[in-house]
């Protein structure tokens, strides 16, 4: 079982995580990121889906034109854990 962060763990992981939204309901960490067009946000979309199957956990996202809308949340813990923290440091990495 994965343990939901407290409020100390959190704002320490999300510090290197300035581009991210801290949301509720469900408690995660929210960012949007925007493409040239849709080719671009498409191929961004595969990568993430490869990571996100790799670590078996999932994003919830979701897509128009050029723009995805990405929320992660461990549903497991019932918020915010170390895999969304991880998880959005990849995604951070094949962002840029
Ligand atoms: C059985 C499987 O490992 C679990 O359901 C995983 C899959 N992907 C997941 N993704 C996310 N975001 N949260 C989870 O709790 C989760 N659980």
Redesign the pocket.
Known sequence: M?ARLDEEERALALRDLPEWTPVQEPEGIRRLFIFKDFVGAFGFMTKVALL?ERA?????WSNVYNRVDIT??????GGLSR??IDLATQIDAIYS
């Open positions: 994965i996100a078996d956990h999932h994003p919830e992660l949340t461990t549903h497991d813990a895999r969304d």
